[in-house]
């Protein structure tokens, strides 16, 4: 059975960093793509950022191109997103996902098998 667990998430103030990681359990996770993807209160579940199946390719929600960055680092089964310059508006929870190495779209929920419990990320101004 797969498991993914976020961990990183926090209360910090506008301008900070935040590390999430999420670690799969189960299964290798060089098997699949990643994504992250965030929910605020009373909003949908968003994209956020992608990486897929072997880290050559990431994708980025423009909302945070240039201030997060994914990873992957398959040998500890971890995804990590390094998120800077943090604002109000990225206050959410965070959930990890992965899917099929084959997937194709990478911003859908739908594409992606697992999911992460998530991990609250909170932005003061």
């Known amino acids: 059975q797969v498991q993914l667990v976020e961990s990183g998430g926090g209360l910090v103030q506008a301008g900070d960093s935040l590390r999430l990681s999420c670690v799969m359990s189960?299964?290798?996770?060089?098997?699949?793509?990643m994504g992250w993807f965030r929910q605020a209160l009373g909003k949908e579940r968003e994209f956020v950022a992608a990486?897929?199946?072997?880290?050559?390719?990431?994708h980025y929600a423009d909302s945070v191109k240039g201030r997060f960055t994914i990873s992957r680092d398959n040998a500890k089964n971890t995804a990590s997103l390094q998120m800077n310059s943090l604002k109000p508006e990225d206050t959410a929870v965070y959930y990890c996902?992965?899917?099929?190495?084959?997937?194709?779209?990478?911003?859908?929920?739908?594409?992606?098998?697992?999911w992460g419990q998530g991990t609250q990320v909170t932005v003061s101004s």
């Open positions: 990486v897929d199946w072997y880290g050559g390719v990431t």
């Open positions: 189960g299964r290798t996770l060089s098997s699949y793509a």
């Open positions: 996902a992965a899917g099929r190495w084959t997937m194709v779209d990478y911003t859908t929920p739908s594409s992606y098998d697992y």
